[in-house]
C-alpha cells in the first residue's frame, strides 16, 4: 500500500451498509474483508475498521479479532461504536434508539473485553447472551487495545469505561473538543482512571490543494459526513483542512498540540485514486 510505503502508522477503512447512501453508484467495499485483505498485502502499517455494535455478535468479533490477529500480530486497530444511520434498516439491522445502543456497546464490550483475555464467559445481560463461550487462539498478553468512537456524555462514560483510545467523533472545532474533552476527564475522574492513560484520534476532513472556501468542497464535507449535519456552515473553515500544502501540514501539527491528538487521521473520503495518492505524498510526516 501507498501509505504504508510513505510510512503512515495507520490506515482505516470504511465501508459497512451505514455508508451505502452516500456513496451513490460507487463500489462499497464490505469493511471488515478489506481490512483483513490489507493486513494480508502489508508488513507494517496498523489498519482498522469500524465495528458497529448492532452488526456483530460479541462471541463472533472476538473469534474473529484473535484470528486476524494470530495472523498480523499487532496491526489490527479494534475500532468501535454505536452506528446510529437508517440505511441500516434496509439490510435488517436492529437500530433501536441512542441511548438503548450505548448500552448495548458498554454491555457489549465488557463481554469482548473478557472473551480476548482467555476467559470463559457466560453472561445473560439484556443485549448480550453468552453460555459458556470462549475464543482461541487469544491475543499476546490476552488484551487487545479497543477503540471507542463517540463524543456524547453517555457515550463518554463508555469510553472512560471501556476503551484504550477515544476516537474523537467530532470536527476538529476547538470549542467542540474542549467541551467533549472535559466531558471525558469528567468520566474518568468518578471511577478513579487517569484520562491521560486513554489515547486520542480524530478523523481530519483534508483537502490539500483546494480553496477552503470553495462551496464544492464544502458540499463533499456534507455529503461524506452526515452524521455532522447538524454542524453549522459557520465552523465549516474550522473542520476543514484545505488550501497549500504546507499550510495543511501546519494546521495539522497545530491540531495534534490544540487538541491533544497522538493520532491524527487523514479523511479522504470522496477522493478518487489520483487525488487520494498526492494528499498522501503531500501530507506524509505531518
Do not use: K
Not at 47 to 55: E, F, N, Q
Request: with cysteine; glycine share 10%; charged share 25%.
Amino acid at each position: 500500500m501507498r501509505a504504508e510505503a510513505l510510512g503512515y502508522r495507520a490506515a482505516y477503512v470504511d465501508g459497512d451498509v451505514s455508508v451505502v447512501p452516500s456513496r451513490g453508484d460507487a463500489p462499497v467495499l464490505e469493511g471488515w474483508t478489506a481490512t483483513v485483505a490489507y493486513l494480508a498485502r502489508t508488513e507494517r502499517i496498523e489498519i482498522g475498521s469500524i465495528r458497529l455494535v448492532h452488526h456483530w455478535n460479541a462471541a463472533r468479533l472476538a473469534q474473529a479479532v484473535a484470528t486476524v490477529e494470530s495472523i498480523a500480530p499487532g496491526r489490527l486497530r479494534l475500532l468501535a461504536s454505536i452506528g446510529g444511520q437508517p440505511a441500516d434498516r434496509r439490510f435488517g439491522f436492529p437500530l433501536p434508539p441512542a441511548r438503548e445502543r450505548i448500552a448495548w456497546l458498554d454491555e457489549w464490550l465488557d463481554a469482548l473485553r473478557r472473551l480476548l483475555a482467555g476467559e470463559v464467559v457466560t453472561h445473560d445481560g439484556l443485549y448480550v447472551q453468552l453460555d459458556r463461550a470462549q475464543v482461541r487462539p487469544v491475543p499476546r498478553g490476552g488484551r487487545m487495545p479497543i477503540e471507542v468512537g463517540g463524543a456524547g456524555p453517555a457515550l463518554l462514560d463508555v469510553v472512560a469505561r471501556r476503551a484504550d483510545r477515544w476516537d474523537l467523533n467530532l470536527p476538529p472545532v476547538a470549542q467542540r473538543v474542549r467541551d467533549a474533552a472535559a466531558r471525558l476527564d469528567a468520566s474518568c475522574r468518578a471511577i478513579g482512571r487517569d484520562p491521560a492513560a486513554i489515547g486520542r484520534s480524530m478523523w481530519i476532513f483534508v483537502r490539500p490543494g483546494t480553496d477552503p472556501q470553495d462551496p464544492g468542497v464544502h458540499a463533499a464535507y456534507r455529503r461524506w459526513h452526515p452524521w455532522f449535519r447538524t454542524i453549522p456552515d459557520a465552523e465549516l473553515g474550522e473542520a476543514i483542512v484545505a488550501g497549500p500544502v504546507g499550510r495543511c501540514r501546519e494546521r495539522i501539527a497545530a491540531l495534534r498540540t490544540e487538541l491533544g491528538l497522538d493520532l491524527p487521521v487523514l479523511d479522504l473520503a470522496g477522493l478518487d485514486l489520483a487525488a487520494a495518492s498526492a494528499a498522501l505524498e503531500g501530507l506524509a510526516g505531518a
